[in-house]
């Protein structure tokens, strides 16, 4: 008796390009799968229990495995797991053409010198071999900035050059990358100064013009009063201080240096008389008006025959001269009234 034929195999391709007729025993196994295609498009086996009934053409579903023609498509996906089925890129990818161009780029961006970024849960040693790769140096002490050009004025303290080092190490800048920071550090600094300098300046200028407009004739002896006074009962140091924190030219640290020096060399402290000082417009007029409500000098300033006359009226011109702010007589200076008793 003729024992049952064996079970024999016929192979269920992805796409019907992929069928071809196999050279030998071909009554048996009429279709096999091309090897040369790649393997993730192969198929498992499926078993025809009866040789008899193989058809000498591929089954119709083969050639709708693609999903790009009609038909009862083959569901690649369902080969997959769960989690590489929720991962984006497969379930974003419409068919295994597609999965295919996906790979090949990606093979193709793949290089043998990539860097591969840590995890966030990477450790330090991880971390230092990353920096190492993108070029941090070994040390912190192998950053050089001897290129940089320090700005005039500017002083930069070998603690700060190494407080940068090490900051910049555990960043993991490369030399190139630190050197350009600290070089684009240093000209910003220098910049600052060369601003808060302009400032400085500016604002020195600003009040040396209102203390001259303030004081008028007595601005060269008010300033003189006010060093004196400084040297006198500050010394080098005090002098140092207001040169360094440039108080020395405040208009507010001015005008309280010549209000006490005024003070005191009216009290013949710093040598000088208090009729032989120059006035401030406001000083003059108030002495002005002092002088008019003193009989005795406007008896002397009126009669041209009294004793004390030709000094009355040089006393009042230069108090006019001073209201004016200058050396000339002012415009508002009155006409002395001459009066004859003779």
């Not at 140092?240 to 507010?252: M, S």
């Not at 009355?312 to 009234?337: I, T």
Request: hydrophobic share 35%; net charge negative.
């Amino acid at each position: 008796m003729k024992s049952a034929s064996p079970r024999w195999k016929r192979a269920i391709c992805i796409s019907s390009d992929n069928w071809t007729r196999s050279p030998t025993r071909s009554a048996r196994r009429p279709w096999v799968q091309d090897r040369s295609r790649p393997a993730m498009l192969r198929r498992q086996f499926l078993y025809d229990p009866d040789p008899d009934t193989a058809s000498a053409d591929p089954p119709d579903d083969a050639t709708q495995t693609t999903g790009r023609s009609g038909g009862d498509a083959f569901d690649w996906k369902s080969l997959l797991s769960d989690e590489q089925k929720a991962d984006p890129t497969i379930a974003n990818t419409k068919d295994l053409p597609a999965l295919a161009d996906q790979l090949i780029n990606a093979q193709k961006m793949v290089g043998s010198d990539k860097v591969t970024l840590p995890g966030k849960d990477a450790k330090p040693e991880e971390w230092d071999k990353f920096y190492a790769k993108l070029g941090r140096p070994e040390k912190a002490e192998d950053y050089d900035f001897t290129e940089t050009q320090v700005p005039e004025g500017l002083t930069v303290g070998d603690d700060d050059v190494t407080a940068f080092r090490q900051i910049a190490h555990e960043l993991g800048l490369s030399k190139k990358q630190a050197a350009r920071l600290y070089d684009f550090e240093i000209q910003r600094m220098g910049q600052q100064i060369d601003t808060a300098k302009t400032a400085i300046e500016q604002r020195n200028a600003e009040a040396t013009e209102n203390l001259k407009k303030e004081y008028g004739a007595a601005y060269d002896q008010n300033i003189a009063l006010a060093q004196q006074l400084v040297t006198e009962y500050g010394g080098d140091d005090l002098k140092a201080f207001l040169n360094e924190t440039g108080l020395g030219n405040d208009a507010r640290m001015i005008r309280f240096a010549v209000k006490l020096a005024r003070e005191r060399a009216e009290d013949d402290l710093l040598g000088k008389a208090k009729h032989e000082m120059a006035l401030s417009p406001q000083e003059a007029r108030q002495r002005i008006a002092e002088l008019q409500r003193d009989k005795d000098f406007m008896e002397q300033y009126t009669d041209s025959n009294h004793a004390g006359h030709a000094q009355a009226v040089k006393q009042m011109n230069d108090l006019y001269r001073q209201v004016a702010g200058g050396d000339k007589p002012s415009k508002r200076e009155p006409v002395v009234a001459r009066v004859d008793r003779g």
